[in-house]
């Protein structure tokens, strides 16, 4: 039988990094692809109301809808970067297309997301494309 030699294998070493980066990664990175969730749900709640719906009104259902999920980075009025509830979405962000011909519709939402990692103040932008397009109701 053999005993333990106290040494330590480099092989697990490295395991127990890259498991320990992905759970980080993960806490880091997981809440904003579940608030993408929850866009692609107000996207699709304003597609399935666009037969009887203007535009504007959709945009309003999708403002209304994420804005009060997450959070996004704003610079207040001393330059300074604070952190306030909600994705910020802005009409700007969301493009509706008729078709003139048919009942097609397609409702896009483009928007960006700063990511700051924690503890270090290194900050990635992540971009999220949500896009619903096709005939209301089939």
Request: net charge neutral; aromatic share 8%.
């Amino acid at each position: 039988m053999r005993h333990p030699s106290g040494k330590i294998s480099f092989g697990g070493l490295v395991l127990l990094i890259l498991v320990a980066g992905g759970i980080y990664l993960g806490a880091m990175l997981v809440p904003f692809y579940v608030d993408n969730l929850d866009v692609k749900e107000a996207v699709t709640a304003a597609f399935n109301r666009s037969p009887t719906a203007d535009d504007d009104s959709l945009r309003r259902l999708i403002i209304e809808r994420t804005g009060q999920m997450g959070s996004h980075w704003e610079t207040d009025q001393f330059d300074q970067d604070i952190l306030v509830p909600g994705l910020g979405l802005t009409a700007d962000n969301i493009t509706i297309e008729r078709s003139s011909v048919s009942p097609e519709v397609r409702v896009e939402v483009e928007y960006t997301r700063r990511v700051r990692f924690k503890p270090t103040q290194h900050v990635r932008v992540l971009r999220f494309h949500v896009v619903k397009e096709g005939i209301p109701g089939k």
